[in-house]
């Protein structure tokens, strides 16, 4: 089997080092977006070779796509367009609604599949590409009854094969826990980056003080512009929703500390203490 | 030397521990404020022995006060009343410029350090004491020139011995510091986790979503209410200014969201960035 990989990025390139480590496919092949991030892929071998997207298409039996969410449904309607009946198409954005209902009446449609493996780091690009970024991490694939059951499961494979579990949802259904859990999550630390940098004007003791939590709670902030403007803009119907429940409530924080209701501040820090039930 | 811990929570406990292993005294003495945390503490062996706080006072050389910054001024007061010249007390509170103004001009005044280990976990209670907490992490000193010079010298021997590597600091300047990084970090947390709760109603995808991003910026709001509250009390005026630079910048946020503004979302998250070249 041939594999090729559409952006060979954080996601792409973590993907294709587990997958060639695991003997997965004979051959990848490496479809870059820039010179750049190409030569990088192969001098770091993460791929075999750098081909065209037309020659990716007439070679590949598998063609994962993994550039940011803003150029998948062009990418995607290309593929689909250009495909043989036996070649099965991913991709891996962190959005599945657009995408979805953009393809839904291809005639080829059955033979992708819409998945989100759960996984990444603050980095970006070929030289971020890590082994085992997505072991034991949880991959949600959408909308599975609307594609071929050979295509689920090579997809499957691939995902068990990353040492992933498996979760099914509706696309729209993915977006919105998405939105309610980890976009936003991406969007406080954003916020939270851009207070310090603007209120504290000594590095040194943001440097000293780190420790004390910003450290971790800021690390998303570190996360690229280019992968996430698209996917909040593709989410922003879910994200509204969310951001302006966390305005409220971080507005209703703000009050109880200038009113000194110490009694409700502790309250509201119990409730969402409650988190701690769920993550463990 | 007798060293007594005021409070054997997470903070005191893991103090406690780190100083025995390295024997810096002959005897730990322990002054909880339930029977349920001294049982606790005598139980984990963080002390050798639960002694009321006058017994404390008349025994030891060294003092550590690591209750609750909303007791720590009565708790102080209480201890500097009654010492002798040759004893020598710190506390480890969040906050320092309430307590030290409380103080100053006590005529104890020089014989009290005031300090604060940038260390901690989520977790709160004599259980939640660990090895190596403070180790390789800041300790700030503040107005060390209102204390004596023996007096601060035994507190940064102190530190030492903890791993802790020491700055000083201008009470208020570190308050100040403290809420535009640390307890605005905290804040975001739990509002980010009171959010979470409140629009995301399927336990499960929580769990599922955690790995992108959620799991670690949202830990904070595992912190305890009754350490938290006091501190936010205390260090109000300059939160209120953090809090409020904050909610306008998520509120900027999400208006450039709402109206597609793509280039200028990509430019605020470009300069939230930065916030790399500072932690690395």
Same mark, same amino acid.
Not at 210 to 237: D, Y
């Given at each position: 089997? #041939?594999?090729?990989?559409?952006?060979?990025?954080?996601?792409?390139?973590?993907?294709? #080092?587990?997958?060639?480590?695991?003997?997965?496919?004979?051959?990848?092949?490496?479809?870059?977006?820039?010179?750049?991030?190409?030569?990088?892929?192969?001098? /770091?071998?993460?791929?075999? #070779?750098?081909?065209?997207?037309?020659?990716?298409?007439?070679?590949?039996?598998?063609?994962?796509?993994?550039?940011?969410?803003?150029?998948?449904?062009?990418?995607?309607?290309?593929?689909?367009?250009?495909?043989?009946?036996?070649?099965?198409?991913?991709?891996?954005?962190?959005?599945?609604?657009?995408?979805?209902?953009?393809?839904?009446?291809?005639?080829?449609?059955?033979?992708?599949?819409?998945?989100?493996?759960?996984?990444?780091?603050? +980095? &970006?690009?070929?030289? =971020?590409?890590?082994?085992?970024?997505?072991?034991?991490?949880?991959?949600?694939?959408?909308?599975? %009854?609307? &594609?071929?059951?050979?295509?689920? *499961?090579?997809?499957?494979?691939?995902?068990?094969? /990353?040492?992933?579990?498996?979760?099914?949802?509706?696309? $729209?259904? $993915?977006?919105?826990?998405?939105?309610y859990i980890?976009?936003?999550?991406?969007?406080? &630390?954003?916020?939270?980056?851009?207070?310090?940098?603007?209120?504290?004007?000594?590095? *040194?003791?943001?440097? *000293?003080? =780190?420790?004390?939590?910003?450290?971790?709670?800021?690390?998303?902030? #570190?996360?690229?512009?280019?992968?996430? =403007?698209?996917?909040?803009?593709?989410?922003? +119907?879910?994200?509204? *929703?969310?951001?302006?429940?966390?305005? %409220?409530k971080?507005?209703?924080f703000?009050?109880?500390?200038?009113?000194?209701? +110490? %009694? %409700?501040?502790k309250q509201f820090m119990k409730d969402a203490n409650e988190i701690r039930k769920i993550l463990k």
């Amino acid at each position: 089997m #041939k594999v090729a990989i559409f952006g060979i990025g954080l996601i792409g390139g973590s993907v294709a #080092k587990d997958l060639r480590a695991a003997n997965f496919a004979t051959e990848f092949l490496g479809v870059g977006r820039t010179q750049k991030s190409n030569d990088l892929a192969l001098e /770091l071998g993460l791929v075999d #070779k750098i081909v065209s997207k037309d020659d990716a298409i007439a070679q590949a039996d598998l063609i994962i796509l993994t550039v940011p969410v803003n150029l998948l449904i062009d990418e995607l309607l290309y593929v689909l367009d250009r495909v043989e009946p036996h070649q099965i198409i991913t991709d891996m954005g962190s959005t599945k609604g657009h995408i979805i209902d953009a393809i839904k009446n291809h005639p080829n449609r059955k033979q992708y599949v819409a998945s989100h493996p759960m996984a990444g780091t603050e +980095n &970006s690009g070929p030289s =971020a590409a890590i082994s085992n970024l997505f072991n034991d991490k949880v991959c949600i694939i959408c909308d599975k %009854e609307n &594609s071929n059951l050979d295509a689920v *499961e090579l997809i499957e494979k691939m995902y068990q094969t /990353l040492g992933m579990r498996i979760k099914y949802m509706d696309a $729209h259904q $993915h977006d919105m826990h998405a939105a309610y859990i980890s976009h936003i999550s991406h969007i406080s &630390s954003f916020v939270l980056a851009a207070t310090v940098l603007e209120k504290e004007k000594d590095e *040194e003791a943001i440097l *000293e003080m =780190a420790a004390g939590g910003f450290e971790s709670t800021v690390r998303l902030a #570190k996360s690229s512009p280019e992968m996430w =403007a698209p996917i909040f803009h593709q989410n922003k +119907n879910y994200l509204l *929703e969310v951001m302006d429940t966390y305005i %409220e409530k971080m507005y209703h924080f703000r009050n109880l500390i200038n009113k000194n209701k +110490n %009694e %409700e501040l502790k309250q509201f820090m119990k409730d969402a203490n409650e988190i701690r039930k769920i993550l463990k």
